[in-house]
């Protein structure tokens, strides 16, 4: 529907504008979360394993020996929590929607529940460089597939043998062994209600504290907004669009289908910030007494300082500026002030 997506398989994002803007085109990267932070109920609570009711002794020809139920009771309970906190430790996810026919940011509900009631955006993923990125960074360490759904959910990977057991003591390698077998498929099958949300994970198992990330640069295809994001919303994504050569589209519904994927343009929405600059200046230098980074006083001083700049090092000018009165600009938003017009002809 976009029109060029045709020989490239893309994953969608689900985001509101805020962490669009703030935590992912500025960043350039996307973030990790703990598999705990995930909003199905059975990943982000312990797992319940069945236990066998019986266990091998040592002392006794490895004779089965059936567990007293409070022993039993105790012990299971112990155990749910050691091996979920095992099978879980170091384990990151992110999230994307990969669809068969390859229009990943046609789906209402997704629009709804993450993109922030159609307020929010849609970024688009080249598939094959974000998994090329991923490998190269974390070898075996890594997994991206698409989520398998089951009515039977991961019950059947959560049963502990025998042999792993011995005189009330779980063998610490056996059950190492048979969770690490196991660990991609249980983070990889959803109860089949979740199916409409055509899940692509990305997975990734490291053992840092600091937060994991997936590094963007090249993969992004481009961005769609919600049919709610007004224009003044738009431009700050538009500005740091524009500098990566990045297309922007506005979602449009009729009677609860997608009917339009219309392109913007950039310019237009950037103007838009250009013709307040005036305003915006004065704001910041006068009204909250700030000095900005680049010392403008007057609009013909931002102008001036603007001809010695690279377009690049324009783009990166326009965005510490916006940056700079983000919480401001809701009082010059509605201004009808035209501003010169000059810094068109640098875009």
Known sequence: MIGNEDDIEIIAHYTS?????????KQKQILLNNIYKSNDPFENHKY??????????????????????????????SLNSEISDILKENIKISCFCNTENNEPYNLPRMWEQYGDSHSGACLLFKKDKIIQKMK?????????DKIKYSLNTIEQYLTIQKNHIKDNKIISNEYKKYIRLNKYEIFYLKNKDWQSESEFRILVEDNKCEETYIDISDCLFGIIVGYKVSNESTIPISIIAKKYNIPIFKAKWKNGVLSEISKIDQTIYIKLFIEQIDEIITILSVKYNIVNSYSYTTFNDFIDNLKHQSNNEIFDIL??????????????RESKNKQDNKLVEFL
């Open 17 to 25: 504008l805020d962490k669009c803007f703030n935590l992912i085109l």
């Open 136 to 144: 190269n960074k974390y070898r075996d360490f890594c997994r991206c």
């Open 48 to 77: 319940h394993f069945k236990l066998p009711h019986k266990y091998l002794t040592e002392n006794n020809n490895n004779t089965e020996i059936e567990w007293p139920q409070i022993i039993y009771d105790n012990f299971k309970k």
């Open 319 to 332: 965005l510490n500026l916006y940056i700079s009165f983000d919480e401001s600009y809701i009082e010059i």
